[in-house]
């Protein structure tokens, strides 16, 4: 069964440092997002992106985040200087146009020291 | 803006019972409702997925229900097992297009006992 992945599992950064999340969406799928999870947390929404463009971002996605479809596989999050509050599991998702059911990767883990 | 409610935080059931999860949400113009589930540490699988125009929706052991007019949804498991510990979620996408964020509830922890 097809399934949405993401790369690397565990990153451990230093503040200020930027980074790159990333994701394989289900191939047929148009719908692409990110999301975090505090630990403890809700789920929290941070940016959708259709037709090569964001859709929808939240307040938490400022400057310093970015996301790029770069080919036709690849979907990434880049956070330009982290910060200790950026600390969190980030979830990619991705949707096809059938009921649009979101699909969720196995998750980021992400440590800023 | 929508809030997602999800009632008890926690549950802890002896093997074999039934029991049902409850979710709420302010706004009923929702496209659809997901329910998920989160291991530890791990990420989010989808359990159900109910249309707008739905009442309910079953998938083996588990049936949801959505009554959109009052804004609840539940999650019905048959015949708990211990592999169904885990937290389950909710969430919910805004009416006005479907394509776009989910606002998810905090979860109910449950824990099945054998």
């Known amino acids: 069964e097809p399934e949405v992945t993401q790369t690397p599992s565990h990153q451990v950064t230093q503040m200020g440092q930027e980074v790159i999340l990333r994701c394989v969406p289900i191939s047929n799928h148009l719908y692409f997002y990110w999301y975090r999870q505090i630990l403890g947390q809700k789920v929290e929404f941070l940016v959708s992106?259709?037709?090569?463009?964001?859709?929808?971002k939240s307040e938490i996605f400022d400057d310093q985040f970015s996301v790029e479809r770069p080919d036709g596989s690849n979907f990434t999050l880049k956070i330009r200087s982290t910060k200790l509050e950026d600390s969190a599991m980030y979830f990619c998702?991705?949707?096809?146009?059938?009921?649009?059911?979101?699909?969720f990767g196995p998750g980021t883990r992400l440590t800023v020291t | 803006k929508q809030e997602v409610t999800q009632i008890p935080a926690a549950l802890s059931v002896p093997e074999g019972e039934n029991l049902v999860l409850n979710c709420s949400f302010t706004d009923s113009a929702i496209y659809n409702l997901q329910w998920f589930r989160q291991d530890p540490g791990k990420g989010l699988t989808s359990l159900l997925l109910?249309?707008?125009?739905?009442r309910e929706q079953t998938s083996g052991r588990l049936n949801a229900s959505l009554d959109k007019s009052s804004g609840r949804s539940t999650l019905y498991i048959a015949a708990s097992q211990p592999g169904d510990s885990a937290t389950y979620l909710c969430a919910v996408p805004p009416n006005n297009n479907a394509g776009n964020m989910l606002t998810f509830g905090g979860g109910t922890r449950l824990m099945v006992k054998p």
């Open positions: 992106f259709y037709n090569n463009e964001i859709s929808e």
């Open positions: 109910i249309q707008s125009s739905q």
């Open positions: 998702a991705s949707a096809g146009q059938l009921y649009y059911e979101q699909y």
